[in-house]
């Protein structure tokens, strides 16, 4: 929405939206931070199945939740 109106200031779209400017800017950390962690995963995955390439989906996740806490 930003984008689209700049001459708009952030606290009146939120109050349009019933938000706060705080929540605006909880949200944006949360999704920019569980998206780092999807793309931590995914190269995970990846490096295992470059090795183990036919491990079923338990095995790899077993293997990645020993990777993930001993990391």
């Given amino acids: ?14 109050r349009l939206f019933g938000k706060s400017r705080q929540a605006f800017y909880d949200h944006s ?3 920019s931070n569980d998206q780092l962690q ?3 995963i995914v190269d995970m ?3 295992v ?3 183990l ?4 989906t338990v095995k790899l996740l077993l ?5 993930w806490i001993a990391s």
Avoid: A, F, I, T
């Fill in 1 to 14: 929405m930003k984008l689209l109106y700049p001459q708009v200031g952030l606290e009146r779209l939120c």
């Fill in 29 to 31: 950390w949360r999704k």
């Fill in 38 to 40: 999807e793309h931590l």
């Fill in 45 to 47: 995955v990846k490096s």
């Fill in 49 to 51: 199945r470059l090795v």
């Fill in 53 to 56: 390439p036919r491990v079923g």
């Fill in 63 to 67: 293997l990645l939740e020993s990777l």
